[in-house]
């Protein structure tokens, strides 16, 4: 893989080598490596991978704009988690669900802690969280703005494991 380098060098100099203290005139012998080298590199990596996040996340939003949302949902998903309820959305509907939504449901499976003990289709009729994820899923595959993506994906080193695989991977 080759690095993106920057288009122009940047010379910097040091005033070290002007040191009064030194009383006979010599120079420092001792080379001494410019640490603003290592972070130009990191600077041109960080502006390239930004870059193609921007360009992922306005690929990713354009692709689930052009997904349409099931209108006819004939069965009942029992579940106990809402995870458990997306995961057998995405396999019923063979359609993924965006990064937004993956993101919230899992949110909500927190809030309820560990001890919840009791079956989510229990509390939450099935049809209605089911029809809560998809009208949740209508928002963010037409509403989100891929700058809010990218901006969210530069936060997260995981976020790949949030976007169902369905999306090519670039």
Known sequence: MKRAMPAEALAISSDDDDDPALSNGTKHLAVKRPKTEFTVINLAKKVGTEELLIRSAKMYQEYMKQIPIPAQRGSVISFTSWSGLAKSMKQLYRQPLHYL??????????????????????????????????????????????????????????????????????
């Open 101 to 170: 939504t993956n993101v919230r449901v899992k949110e909500w499976d927190r809030m309820r802690g560990d001890e919840a003990i009791e079956p989510l289709d229990t509390v939450i009729h099935p049809c209605k969280a089911e029809t809560n994820i998809w009208l949740m899923e209508e928002v963010h595959r037409l509403t989100a703005s891929h700058q809010f993506l990218a901006k969210l994906w530069s936060a997260d080193p995981m976020y790949n494991a949030s976007i169902d695989s369905v999306f090519p991977q670039l």
